[in-house]
Every structure is written in structure tokens, then in C-alpha cells.
């Protein structure tokens, strides 16, 4: 039995958990509704972050809830935004878990062109605040591309026109990317053919393209859809390969022509404007050629002529030399001469300097000089023995004189006051040394001491000059003093007071010891 069929009363009804109630619920309205198909306005938008979307569907009186489940959102074809009229299709479930019913949208389509018109208008004027439609971003076409990538349908006439019009202006290596034109699955095609070419290698094994085209035929704004959405635009926008879009007409305008480096009319505008034409190119390089060899000829004549005229105000070779080689003929006519006097000169200058070479004359100027030095040799010890006697003398004669001693006196008391100066300089520093050693000792000795203890109320037990540690002790002591911090407090006997040891006197130390 249903438990929906029985309505009347009845003590004996059974009892539903809330579970039950709640699926028997949805199983209700999913079958009662199934798939359906809702038109409304975009309310309320919100994206959680585990990817599914959570968006209200409204009219002017009532609202519907509805969610795309992360899985769908790719889908959709147009994603939710809000205020934006829009007929979804989808299933109708509940949400037991605060009791609501909703519709689990997968396809989104845009109600009417005026819906489609302001949702452009929308993203235009959003992404123009953006800066994506500034000139100066905008990159230069090459001028004669390689490769040449195209984004479009591979079964319409948009890409034969363009290969047509490529193969007539300047034939260039193509590479088609084909993608849906239209439809749901337009916009991610063509976003992803954009992002697939720009990802390409340069020189891999399917090289980069240097331009893109994205190209298709005319149609409605419904037909173009695809390229107003925002991913392909800013798909455009980032590619780093020049891009040229050519979708629909001339009087076709879809968002990806703001964004692309540059706009053709038609797909076969486009390709005129990726290519120039090849005939025109050969016929002006023919030009250039022609006018290159005719300045060639111009220049070259010119030169000649300067260069004939230069010739004309010089002199013959033959004269240009004729000086020259006659002061050679000259100077060739003196030289044996000049050579045979120049060499009996020489000989002449080379015997006069050799007579006086002669082995006789060597053999007596040697013996000479050898008497001279065995003389100035006998001199030499005789003049030594003088000469050191006489400094003997002189030095003894200085060292006994009062006024070499008084010198000398006076300056061994000047370094011994040096001397004492710096001794009695250093002494005094180490007394400082020393005092500021003590004086930090016995700041030390005080702190560690056990007068601060007293201080703090504590007491110190005596036995005379005996520190009492034990109830044993004490009770052996004679007689007990108890230590204050401002003095002791005899109990018992009176302890006899120690004796003093008698002070030393303090040892001599000389300041110069080490």
C-alpha cells in the first residue's frame, strides 16, 4: 500500500520514521515530474569549494532552488549568473536534510536574444574595465608566418576558403585544429584548441604555429554564442602566437573579436591579412633587383670617371722614379771604391792599435806591476801596526777623561729615571688592578656570606668560635650565643672571647720583581 493513499484517521495507522517520510517524498516528485525544462531569472549564485554550484531560479512571485553537481558544470553550456533569464533543464528531487525540494540542473540555455544581448553587453563592459581590449597590448602580426594554426570546423566552408586563399596568395603550412562551431560544446573546444597551440614546442615534433585563426560562417547570435563566452575570450587574450578571429559576417561582432590581435571581416579577410600575395612580393623584389643593378651601374660609373680624372693630374710612372734611380746608379758607381778605402783605413787603425800588443812589451809592464805590489805589500803591515797603536792610545786617552765619563754617566741616569718612571707607572696600575680585584672579592665574599642570610631573619648558634649544628651539640656546650643580624645574644655562661691573633706586618715586595 502507498503511504500516501490512505488519508482518513485511524488509531491503528502506522508510524513512518522521518527518513521514510523524506524519501518516500522524493520518490514522489521524481516521478511525478521527471526531466523538465524551467524558465526564469538567475537569482542568488554560489560556488562551493568543492566544485558544485548552488543557484536560486526565480519569477515574480516564487523561487526554485537548483544545484549542478561538479560533474555537470562542464556542461551547461551557460554558466549561472545572476539576473541573467534563463531556461534550464533537469530533474526534480528534494533535499531531505532541510526539507526542500530542487531541480538538479545539467543544461542551461540563454532565454531570447534581449537576455543574450545584456548578458554581452555585461561581459564586455567587465572586461573592458579590465584592460583586455587596450591597443597596446595587442601583438603585431608576422609578416610571412611558417605554419599557420587554424581553429575551426573541419567539415564546413570556412576552411576550404581559407587554405583556398592561402594556396592562392602564398602557399604556408597549415595546421587544423578542428572544433565544434556551435552548441554546448563550442566554447570549451575552442579554448582548448587556443591553449593546445599555445602549448606547443617551438621546432618539436609538431612545431608551433607563429599565427592562429579562429574562424566560422555567419549565423545568430544564438549560432555565435560560443564565442561570446568569457573562457574563450580570455583564452584569446592570453595567447602568446598572434591571434586573428574571423567569426561570422562583417556585421557579426562576438567578444573574442575585442580581445584577438586583430579582426577580419570574414574567414577569408583572414586569410588575406596572415599572408601577403606571392606575386606581388616576386614582382617587387623584381624591382628591387632592377633598381639595385642600375644604382650598382650608376655608382660604378661614378667611380670610374673620379677615378680618371685622379689619373690624369698625376705624373707617369716611369717619371715618378727616374729621380730615384739615378742617385742609385750614382751611389752603385762610388760603392767598390768607397768599400776598398773604407777597408785600407781600417786596416791601417787595426796594426797602429796592435804594435804596441807585442809579447816582449806585455812581459815587462807584468813584471813591473808585480815589484810595485810585493813593495806596497811590505808597506801594508808596517802602516797596519801604526795605524792600530795609535787608536789604542787614542781610545784609552778618551776613556780616562772626566768629561767622557761625565757624558756617560749622565745618560745611564737619564735611562735609569725612564726606567723608574715607567716601573713606578706599571706598579701603580697593578695596585689599581689588584684594589679593584679586592674590592669585587669581597662584594663577592658579602653576597655569598651568611650575614645575608641573617639578614633575611635567620640566626646562627655559637659555641664559642664553633658553629652548633645539632641538638646533640648544643646540649654539650658549655654555654650557647645565638647570632643576630645586628649582633650575638649569650645564653647561659658567658663564653670567653677568643683571642685576637696578632696583626703581621705586611711582607716587603720589591715593585720590580717578576
Given at each position: 500500500m502507498d503511504l500516501l493513499d490512505d488519508d482518513s484517521p485511524s488509531p491503528n495507522a502506522p508510524e513512518f520514521t522521518v527518513s521514510e517520510i523524506s524519501g518516500a517524498v522524493k520518490k514522489t516528485l521524481e516521478g511525478a515530474f521527471g526531466r523538465i525544462r524551467v524558465r526564469g531569472e538567475i537569482g542568488r549564485v554560489m560556488k562551493a569549494g568543492s566544485g558544485h554550484m548552488y543557484y536560486d531560479l526565480k519569477d515574480d512571485r516564487n523561487v526554485i532552488s537548483c544545484n549542478t553537481w561538479k560533474g555537470q558544470v562542464a556542461g551547461l553550456g551557460t554558466l549561472p549568473e545572476e539576473g541573467l533569464e534563463v531556461i534550464v533543464t533537469g530533474k526534480v528531487s528534494s533535499f531531505g536534510g532541510q526539507s526542500r525540494y530542487n531541480i538538479n540542473v545539467d543544461t542551461i540555455e540563454v532565454a531570447g536574444e534581449g537576455a543574450?544581448?545584456?548578458?554581452?553587453?555585461?561581459?564586455?563592459?567587465?572586461?573592458?574595465?579590465?584592460?583586455?581590449?587596450?591597443?597596446?597590448?595587442?601583438?603585431?602580426?608576422?609578416?610571412?608566418?611558417?605554419?599557420?594554426?587554424?581553429?575551426?570546423?573541419?567539415?564546413?566552408?570556412?576552411?576550404?576558403?581559407?587554405?583556398?586563399?592561402?594556396?592562392?596568395?602564398?602557399?604556408?603550412?597549415?595546421?587544423?585544429?578542428?572544433?565544434?562551431?556551435?552548441?554546448?560544446?563550442?566554447?570549451?573546444?575552442?579554448?582548448?584548441?587556443?591553449?593546445g597551440f599555445n602549448a606547443l614546442t617551438p621546432g618539436g615534433a609538431l612545431p608551433r604555429p607563429d599565427l592562429l585563426i579562429v574562424a566560422r560562417g555567419g549565423g545568430s547570435i544564438e549560432d555565435l554564442w560560443g564565442f561570446n563566452e568569457e573562457i574563450v575570450a580570455r583564452a584569446a587574450a592570453a595567447s602568446d602566437i598572434p591571434l586573428i578571429s574571423a567569426v561570422g559576417h562583417e556585421t557579426d561582432t562576438t567578444l573574442i573579436d575585442f580581445v584577438s590581435d586583430r579582426r577580419a571581416p570574414t574567414p577569408t579577410a583572414a586569410a588575406e591579412m596572415a599572408v601577403p600575395v606571392r606575386l606581388d612580393l616576386m614582382a617587387a623584389l623584381d624591382g628591387y633587383d632592377s633598381r639595385l643593378t642600375r644604382a650598382l651601374s650608376t655608382q660604378i660609373g661614378r667611380r670610374g670617371d673620379r677615378l680618371r680624372d685622379l689619373s690624369r693630374a698625376l705624373p707617369r710612372a716611369d717619371e715618378l722614379t727616374a729621380r730615384a734611380e739615378q742617385r742609385?746608379?750614382?751611389?752603385?758607381?762610388?760603392?767598390?771604391?768607397a768599400l776598398k778605402g773604407a777597408s785600407q783605413v781600417k786596416r791601417v787603425e787595426f796594426e797602429r792599435r796592435a804594435a804596441p800588443l807585442r809579447p816582449s812589451i806585455l812581459t815587462q809592464k807584468t813584471d813591473r806591476m808585480k815589484a810595485q805590489l810585493d813593495r806596497a805589500s811590505d808597506r801594508l803591515g808596517s802602516a797596519l801596526q801604526r795605524r792600530a797603536a795609535q787608536a789604542r792610545a787614542k781610545l784609552d786617552q778618551l776613556r780616562l777623561q772626566p768629561a767622557g765619563l761625565s757624558r756617560e754617566i749622565s745618560g745611564q741616569r737619564d735611562r735609569l729615571t725612564r726606567t723608574t718612571r715607567a716601573a713606578s707607572n706599571a706598579a701603580t696600575r697593578q695596585m689599581g688592578a689588584w684594589h679593584d680585584e679586592l674590592a669585587r672579592l669581597d662584594r663577592l665574599r658579602e653576597t655569598l656570606g651568611y650575614q645575608a642570610t641573617l639578614d633575611r631573619g635567620y640566626a646562627v648558634v655559637w659555641d664559642g668560635e664553633a658553629i652548633v649544628t645539632s641538638k646533640k651539640a648544643a646540649k654539650s656546650a658549655d654555654a650557647l650565643e645565638v647570632q643576630f643580624k645586628d649582633g650575638r645574644f649569650a645564653m647561659g655562661a658567658t663564653p670567653a672571647k677568643p683571642k685576637k691573633p696578632k696583626p703581621q706586618p705586611p711582607e716587603q715586595t720589591s715593585l720590580f720583581e717578576d
Open positions: 543574450l544581448m545584456a548578458l554581452l553587453e555585461k561581459r564586455k563592459k567587465a572586461m573592458q574595465a579590465e584592460g583586455l581590449f587596450a591597443e597596446e597590448r595587442k601583438k603585431p602580426l608576422p609578416y610571412l608566418p611558417e605554419i599557420i594554426g587554424v581553429v575551426t570546423s573541419p567539415q564546413g566552408a570556412v576552411i576550404r576558403d581559407i587554405l583556398h586563399r592561402l594556396r592562392d596568395r602564398f602557399p604556408r603550412k597549415v595546421l587544423i585544429w578542428p572544433v565544434a562551431v556551435q552548441g554546448k560544446d563550442s566554447a570549451p573546444q575552442v579554448t582548448a584548441a587556443i591553449n742609385l746608379d750614382a751611389v752603385a758607381a762610388r760603392l767598390p771604391a
